[in-house]
C-alpha cells in the first residue's frame, strides 16, 4: 500500500437529473464518445452509440461488450435511466425470490425489499460502474426528477426534486457519483397584485445546477458555477472532464518509435499517465515513454 498525493486525474462519474423533455440525454451525449446503456427507449431520436436492454440479462451482455474490445473506442458510459434501471433491478429480484411485489410480506417482512435493493446495488450494479471507471471510462448517470416533501425540523415541510426512484437506490447512487446536476428551465415567480395570483415567466433556457438548495438535491466535487447554462451539443463543464481521448495500448507497444507514439498521445490531448490508469501498462513500458 502506498500513500498517494494530489489531485488524482481519474475519469468523471456524473448524475444528471431533471424534469422531463429538459435535455438530461442531451447533455449526457456531449461528454466525450459516449455509448448509452438505454433502459427505457429514450435514446432512439438521439445520435449516439446505444445498447437498448429491457432485463437484468441484457444489462450483464451490454456492460460485457463495452468491457470488451467492441467498447474499446467509447470513453463514457451513459446509464438511461437509472430509475428504469432500477426497475430492472426490482424485477431480476423478483424472479429470482419467486415473489410478485418489492412489498410482499411473504418474502420481504420488515423492510427486506429495501435491503434486497440495496445490497443489488451495492454488489452487483456499482461494481459495474467501477469496471467502467478503472477501464478509462468516463460513467454518468441520467434519472428523472419528481417533487417531494420535506419534513424539515427547522423550517417544517416543504417541496423539492430529488430523483425519481426508490430512497434506497437513490442514496446510493447520490453516495457513489462526486457530482449530482440538477436540469431545469429557467423560470421565475413573481406577484401580480392586479390579478391576484402570482405569474410564471420564462421557461426557455436551460441551465445545470451544481449546488444544493431547498429546491433541489445537487452536489460537486469540483470548482464550478452554481448555475451554468446549458446549450445543445456543448459540454458545459469541459474543464471536469476526467478523460480526453483514448489511444489502443498495441499502438505503443508495437511502434519501434515511441517518441511517435507519445507525439500522438500529445496531440490528442492525452497523458501517459491516463493511457496508465486505462491499460495498466508495465513499469518498463511507462519509463521508455516516461524517458522521451
Known amino acids: 500500500m502506498k500513500i498517494s498525493k494530489g489531485v488524482q486525474d481519474l475519469p468523471s462519474k456524473d448524475l444528471l437529473y431533471g424534469v422531463e423533455g429538459v435535455g438530461k ?23 449516439a452509440s446505444r445498447l437498448a436492454v ?16 467492441d467498447g474499446d473506442e467509447f470513453q463514457t ?15 431480476e429480484i423478483l424472479r429470482n425470490d419467486g ?8 418474502h420481504y417482512s420488515f423492510g427486506a425489499g429495501d435491503k434486497r435493493i440495496e445490497e443489488f446495488f451495492r ?29 424539515d425540523p427547522v423550517t417544517g415541510r416543504y417541496d423539492h426534486y430529488t430523483l425519481k426512484m426508490g430512497k434506497t437506490a437513490s442514496s446510493i447512487l447520490k453516495e457513489w457519483v462526486n457530482n449530482v446536476f440538477f436540469m431545469n428551465y429557467d423560470q421565475k415567480l413573481h406577484k401580480n397584485y392586479s390579478i391576484g395570483k402570482d405569474t410564471v415567466t420564462g421557461g426557455k433556457e436551460v441551465y445545470v445546477f451544481t449546488q444544493r438548495t431547498a429546491q433541489y438535491n445537487a452536489k460537486r466535487r469540483d470548482k464550478l458555477d452554481d448555475k451554468i447554462k446549458f446549450t445543445e451539443g456543448v459540454n458545459p463543464y469541459p474543464q471536469i472532464i476526467g ?22 498521445l500529445a496531440k490528442e490531448g492525452s497523458t501517459i499517465r491516463q493511457i496508465k490508469i486505462k491499460y495498466n501498462l508495465s513499469p518498463e513500458l511507462e519509463a521508455k515513454l516516461v524517458s522521451l
Open 25 to 47: 440525454s442531451s447533455l449526457a451525449s456531449t461528454y466525450p464518445n459516449p455509448v448509452f446503456i438505454d433502459c427505457e427507449g429514450s435514446t432512439i431520436k438521439l445520435d
Open 54 to 69: 429491457t432485463n437484468y440479462a441484457e444489462y450483464v451482455e451490454s456492460c460485457k461488450l463495452i468491457l470488451g474490445e
Open 77 to 91: 458510459v451513459v446509464i438511461d435511466t437509472t430509475d428504469w434501471l432500477e426497475n430492472i433491478v426490482v424485477n
Open 99 to 106: 415473489a410478485t411485489t418489492i412489498t410482499d410480506k411473504k
Open 123 to 151: 454488489f452487483k450494479i456499482i461494481p459495474t460502474f467501477e469496471r467502467f471507471m478503472s477501464s478509462g471510462k468516463n460513467v454518468v448517470l441520467v434519472s428523472h426528477a419528481h417533487i417531494k416533501g420535506v419534513d
Open 243 to 264: 478523460v480526453k481521448e483514448v489511444v489502443k495500448v498495441d499502438l505503443l507497444e508495437k511502434s519501434p518509435e515511441y517518441k511517435k507514439a507519445v507525439d500522438y
